[in-house]
């Protein structure tokens, strides 16, 4: 973090400044969530007639509505352990099932992207909008949907993310055993067709040759539920695959700005690889490869990589006073998408690239704020599409459970 941030925070941590990050806005966020995001099971954003209008005209985002609610499980995850409160359980079991969901409709144990009814009124520009990814027909209790495919690594790392979180955060039975059959299933799949995101023609849409940590990972969290059918598999690809997490994460890091998604990836990754191995060796060899990662994006101003690190390495008075500030500040951004020009405001150090990160207040508006790169100094729409807010809660949740709140 910058020494202007770290003074700050480390100000109102002694001075004892009551912080607005708040477990009512918390609350509330997760009930809009509910009344506006989650229209068919997962997490979708709503378009609105005007921006100063609360008339929904449509959805969109529907290609990344599996790796959202993945996160949004995880919030969710975090908060019933922290409260143990009916609404998080229910809204825990709803966000699983609308997961599966997304494994069903294909047929084949294939993750979609999303789904939507065929007979929904949004259907048609959810359609139209996402035909690039390819549009498949499916059934769920006779109901037909539409379902996007050429799903990415991407959509399987943030649903493995919500599974591994939800395991380990609810202590119901049912979620327990759903949680677990689900990740069986998905893990399955890709090892049956070699580790490649196979759809039902065929055609491959990704490939985890050379994401020894991303196998790694999913093997990790599933043989943590079902130690019988993936514990072998798991030591046998460490063996041979632990020390090659190092390579794509040394190379990731080179550019510090650039498809900025991918630290996010990175980092959820890494926290179950990490927490739930229990082999000295391999987790030294884990904790290097999350130190290479660490060592870039520690001065980003991160409230979401922060509670990872807290989740991993445990307290540190400054990071997690600069956590409090940053959670306060999302809460000073607009929920929607309006477009942010920041040029010539800041010190640019290349095209729409600032040369510090820029103030969390201020960044560019968008779906999850700390996948988004913090240089980015231009951006947004025309004030039409909510975010959901599953960058407040996940780590305000996870610093109620971790201690920093």
């Known amino acids: ?71 949004y499980l995880a919030a969710e995850s975090f908060r019933y352990k922290v409260t143990h409160s009916a609404d998080a359980l229910a809204n825990v079991l709803n966000a699983e099932r609308g997961l599966r969901a997304l494994v069903d409709v294909t047929g084949t144990d294939l993750l979609a992207r999303c789904l939507v009814p065929v007979d929904s009124p949004f259907a048609p520009g959810i359609t139209q909008e996402e035909q690039h990814h390819g549009v498949y027909l499916g059934y769920l209790d006779r109901r037909g949907y539409f379902w996007i495919g050429d799903t990415s690594r991407d959509q399987y790392s943030g649903v493995m993310f919500g599974l591994s979180v939800a395991y380990d955060m609810v202590d119901d039975p049912l979620v327990r055993t759903e949680v677990a059959a689900l990740t069986t299933r998905l893990v399955d799949f890709l090892r049956h067709n070699n580790w490649a995101i196979v759809m039902p023609d065929g055609g491959i849409s990704s490939i985890f040759l050379g994401r020894a940590d991303q196998q790694l990972t999913f093997l990790q969290v599933a043989r943590h539920m079902n130690s019988n059918r993936f514990s072998a598999a798991y030591t046998a690809t460490a063996m041979f695959g632990a020390v090659e997490t190092l390579a794509p994460i040394s190379i990731e890091v080179l550019d510090p700005s650039g498809s900025y998604f991918k ?30 990662l660490r060592n870039t994006t520690d001065d980003h101003h ?6 990872i690190d807290r989740a991993l390495k ?28 920041l040029t010539g405001v800041y010190r640019a150090c290349g095209e729409n690239r600032a040369c510090d990160p820029v103030p969390v207040e201020q960044r ?16 947004g729409g025309y004030g039409l599409i909510e975010g959901p807010g599953i960058d407040y809660i996940l780590p305000y949740w996870m610093a109620r459970f971790y201690g920093v709140i």
């Open 1 to 71: 973090m910058g020494p202007t941030v770290l003074f700050i925070a480390t100000l109102i941590a002694l001075c004892g400044l009551p912080l607005r990050a708040s477990e009512e806005d918390a609350l509330a966020i997760s009930e809009t969530i509910q009344l506006r995001h989650l229209p068919f099971g997962g997490i979708l954003d709503p378009m609105f007639a005007a921006p100063d209008s609360d008339q929904i005209i449509g959805y969109t985002r529907c290609g990344d509505s599996a790796i959202w609610t993945g996160h």
């Open 263 to 292: 630290f996010n990836l990175d980092t959820i990754n890494l926290y179950s690889l990490i927490r739930l191995e229990g082999n000295s060796f391999f987790k030294s060899i884990y904790s290097k490869t999350y130190s290479i």
């Open 302 to 307: 991160n409230a979401h990589f922060n509670m």
């Open 314 to 341: 445990g307290p540190n008075a400054g990071r997690d006073a600069a956590t409090r500030l940053y959670l306060e500040l999302w809460l000073q951004r607009p929920r929607r998408d309006v477009h942010v020009d």
């Open 364 to 379: 560019v508006t968008t779906d999850f704020l700390w996948q988004r790169s913090p240089f980015q100094l231009e951006g």
